[in-house]
């Protein structure tokens, strides 16, 4: 079974749970990258990627690691669609071209993320902290607002659209993030708001599972046993959708009672 994934660890933990449960691998991920700049840079193809080689001169890869993964999963020239892929499997770009299996979308980054701009460059922005690069101090530029949560349900269903059109038989599944135990208050508003205001006919949406505080780990990473239960619900949705009968390995599993 082959699995690409797009948006966060949400979607990506789920994706290896599910790979680790029910036999599979994940042959792409798109981390990072907010809704709006990933569809008007490579769905519309309307706007530049920033060009990378302004955060070489900027010393990002003498940054902190994490910097340089969160730059380089935005470009092209990165690591795009690539991110803790296993070598030699080929990235999400690549991969959405071909038959899929699975396919796991969530919507952390717009959430959360405000992006930056580069003075000079019409981009489509980028997700990063300004600070982390004191060589573009003053040209690297912090939105001041967040995404609008009715622009994001409207680029996200330009991009189911673009992914259904490659992607016609595969099951495709949108995980909402879930925010209500976040410190900020507005993270937690905003993810209601989504929640509410998203829904589509072209992949299976995820209710919006708020998670216990026993398997909360940090404000955007949880137990494995949380991305477990996501796992099993999509495999339940999936199997019951298509009528799958049980194995023979699981019928010998039953025992009946008299």
């Not at 910097?67 to 380089?72: H, T």
């Not at 499997?89 to 690549?94: A, H, K, L, N």
């Not at 622009?151 to 490659?166: C, P």
Request: charged share 20%.
């Amino acid at each position: 079974m082959k699995i690409a994934t797009f948006g966060s660890c949400l979607s990506r933990f789920t994706a290896m749970n599910y790979a680790r449960m029910f036999r599979g691998e994940i042959v792409g991920a798109v981390y990072h990258n907010r809704i709006d700049r990933f569809v008007r840079t490579y769905v519309r193809n309307e706007v530049p990627e920033l060009p990378i080689s302004e955060f070489v001169k900027a010393n990002y890869d003498q940054s902190t690691s994490k910097l340089k993964v969160m730059v380089d999963n935005q470009m092209m020239n990165g690591t795009l669609g690539l991110h803790g892929v296993a070598k030699g499997r080929p990235g999400f770009m690549t991969a959405i071209e071909e038959q899929l299996d699975l396919v796991l979308l969530d919507n952390y980054v717009d959430i959360i993320a405000r992006q930056c701009h580069l003075q000079g460059y019409p981009s489509g922005g980028i997700f990063a902290n300004p600070r982390e690069l004191p060589q573009l101090q003053g040209r690297l530029v912090l939105d001041a607002e967040y995404l609008d949560m009715k622009e994001a349900v409207a680029y996200w269903g330009e991009l189911i659209n673009w992914i259904r059109a490659r992607q016609r038989g595969t099951k495709i599944f949108f995980l909402n993030f879930p925010m209500k135990h976040h410190h900020n208050a507005l993270m937690a508003e905003r993810t209601t708001e989504f929640a509410s205001l998203f829904a589509s006919k072209r992949v299976n949406v995820v209710p919006l599972m708020e998670v216990p505080p026993s398997l909360v780990r940090t404000p955007s990473h949880f137990s494995p046993a949380y991305y477990s239960m996501l796992a099993g619900y999509i495999r339940y949705v999936t199997r019951h959708k298509r009528n799958e009968q049980p194995t023979a390995e699981e019928r010998a599993d039953d025992v009946l009672v008299a």
